[in-house]
């Protein structure tokens, strides 16, 4: 994993929530420049901007399985337009129409919760103890959002 998406995830996640290599194995890797850029990185791709934030796409299971922007540049949008990058136009790109996109959010993560209704992502369930291998155990919404 390259340093600049560690430090970023490590800076919004607890490291316990974060499993960084099998998250680059399994995912499409994409991320937003401080000029609200969005790249699609590759593997062994150098990041030549200044990152903002990063989303994790896992095709195969259509999840998005991480999200965050960085602590300081939070409130301006790079997460809005990260993930209306992701959910209008590049799953749009590679899947058929219709494709259905989950993702798991802490019941408490307002912030995050408005910010994927705003985007047409509605609640379908509630998990149970999703988080329990985390510090401070929470329910996670299931959300989803189809193409
Ligand atoms: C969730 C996260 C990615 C949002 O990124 P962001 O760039 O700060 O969000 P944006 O500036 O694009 O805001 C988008 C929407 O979020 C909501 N939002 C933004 N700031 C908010 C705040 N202070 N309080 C409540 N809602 C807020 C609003 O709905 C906003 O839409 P609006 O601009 O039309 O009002 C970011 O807060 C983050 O990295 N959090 C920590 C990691 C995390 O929780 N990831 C999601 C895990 S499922």
Redesign the pocket.
């Known amino acids: 994993m390259k340093p600049e998406i560690k430090n970023l995830l490590l800076a919004?996640?607890q490291s316990k929530e974060l499993f960084l290599d099998l998250y680059f194995e399994n995912c499409i890797c994409i991320a937003i420049s401080e000029d609200y850029d969005v790249y699609e990185l590759t593997k062994y791709q150098r990041i030549d901007f200044k990152l903002a934030?990063v989303l994790f796409y896992n095709k195969e299971a259509n999840l998005i399985q991480v999200?965050?922007?960085d602590p300081r540049l939070?409130?301006?949008?790079?997460?809005?337009f990260l993930l209306k990058y992701v959910t209008q136009y590049l799953i749009p790109e590679i899947r058929p129409k219709g494709t259905i996109i989950r993702?798991?959010?802490r019941v408490s993560?307002?912030?995050?919760i408005?910010?994927y209704k705003?985007l047409g992502f509605q609640i379908e369930e509630r998990v149970e103890s999703y988080y329990q291998y985390t510090d401070d155990i929470e329910d996670a919404y299931l959300m989803s959002y189809s193409t």
Not at 74 to 80: A, C, E, I, P, V
Not at 109 to 112: E, L, S, Y
């Open positions: 919004c996640f934030g999200f965050g922007v939070r409130g301006k949008r790079y997460g809005f993702l798991h959010v993560n307002k912030r995050a408005d910010l705003g």
